[in-house]
Every structure is written in C-alpha cells, then in structure tokens.
C-alpha cells in the first residue's frame, strides 16, 4: 500500500551533521504520522523522532532533544531528519515508519509501513 525510502545517512565526525529524508508513495489518506526509529548493533529499534499535521506536533526522544528536528510535509508524505552535534552513541541504522493517522506513539509496532534503513555512522 505504502512504499517508504529513507536516504542521506553517511559518515560524519563527532559533532558533525547530517540530514535524512524519507518519501512515502502509494496510496494515501488524508492523516499520517511519519516518525523515524535507530537500530544499533546489538540494540532494539528505538524511537528517535515523529511528527503529524493536526495539530503539527513533534515529539522527540530524550536523548535526542534540542540536536535533532524533524519537519515535512503530511500531504506529500515527506519527511526530514536533521542532525546535529552528532555523536558516537548516535551511530545505527535509521528507518523512517509511518502510521495511518494522527498519532503519539514511540513503539515501533504502532508504526505500520517501513523503510529499509539508511546507515548512520560517527567516528570520534
């Protein structure tokens, strides 16, 4: 129903940044939470960022906060990840979700369509 691609992941030193993008296509609804999650070797998929339309809220990770924004766009199922001040600690895989509707939720399972994941490594 929905495809989901994830790119811009890289290598980056210590307090570098990156920027992440996702684009979902497919048949749509009118509401989406799109969020995006990080697996570390040897680590559960956890929750980093996501973001809805209505009413536009974001929500965040602790460990997360005030480094990384997440924007986009619902209507054209887009979104972005920008990370700052990365760290060693923030290396893994990062996979954009979405779920149908809007939503506040950092479990993985609430989150139906998946992308494939984009490498995300820091170097100290």
């Known amino acids: 129903q929905l495809q989901v691609v994830e790119s811009g992941g890289g290598l980056v030193l210590a307090g570098g940044s990156l920027r992440l993008s996702c684009a979902a296509s497919?048949?749509?609804?009118?509401?989406?939470?799109m969020g995006w999650f990080r697996q570390a070797p040897g680590k559960e998929r956890a929750f980093v960022a996501a973001?809805?339309?209505?009413?536009?809220?974001?929500y965040y990770a602790d460990s997360v906060k005030g480094r990384f924004t997440i924007s986009g766009d619902n209507a054209k199922k887009t979104v972005f990840l920008q990370m700052n001040s990365l760290k060693p600690e923030d290396a893994a895989v990062y996979y954009c979700?979405?779920?149908?509707?809007?939503?506040?939720?950092?479990?993985?399972?609430?989150?139906?369509?998946w992308g494939q994941g984009t490498q995300v490594t820091v170097s100290s």
């Open positions: 979700a979405v779920a149908l509707g809007v939503i506040n939720s950092r479990a993985p399972t609430d989150f139906g369509s």
């Open positions: 497919g048949r749509t609804f009118s509401y989406y939470t």
């Open positions: 973001i809805s339309w209505s009413p536009g809220d974001v």
